[in-house]
Nanobody, 124 residues
């Protein structure tokens, strides 16, 4: 089992940047595919980005592609989401997730463990 703790959220002006972090417990972090999802009030949780076990395989949603970068440091059991050129519509709770499999990793159903989330609010 793995426990995930997100950090790095906050209030930022449109056009600004934030770097989210997700620290994982346990010694098997490198065996998990990691993902970031977000959920705005009244909306379903949506996929943001995913990264393979060694960091060589990344996928992004169209909504953040070109503005965000997912990365991981297996030695520190941490996954990151760098978000640039933030827009008002990026406002949401951002959640880190871990999956044992590369399959279905753009769907929340494909993940086994979740963090509690960190809030990102983008102001005009």
């Amino acid at each position: 089992q793995v426990q995930l703790v997100e950090s790095g959220g906050g209030l930022v002006q449109a056009g600004g940047s934030l770097r989210l972090s997700c620290a994982a417990s346990g010694r098997t972090f490198s065996s998990y595919v990691m993902g970031w999802f977000r959920q705005a009030p009244g909306k379903e949780r949506e996929f943001v980005a995913s990264i393979g076990r060694s960091g060589g395989s990344t996928i992004y949603s169209d909504s953040v592609k070109g503005r965000s970068t997912i990365s991981r440091d297996n030695a520190k059991s941490t996954v990151f989401l760098q978000m640039n050129s933030l827009k008002l519509e990026d406002t949401a709770g951002y959640y880190c997730a871990a999956s044992r499999s590369l399959q279905n990793r753009v769907s929340a159903n494909g993940y086994d463990y979740w963090g509690q989330g960190t809030q990102v609010t983008v102001s005009p």
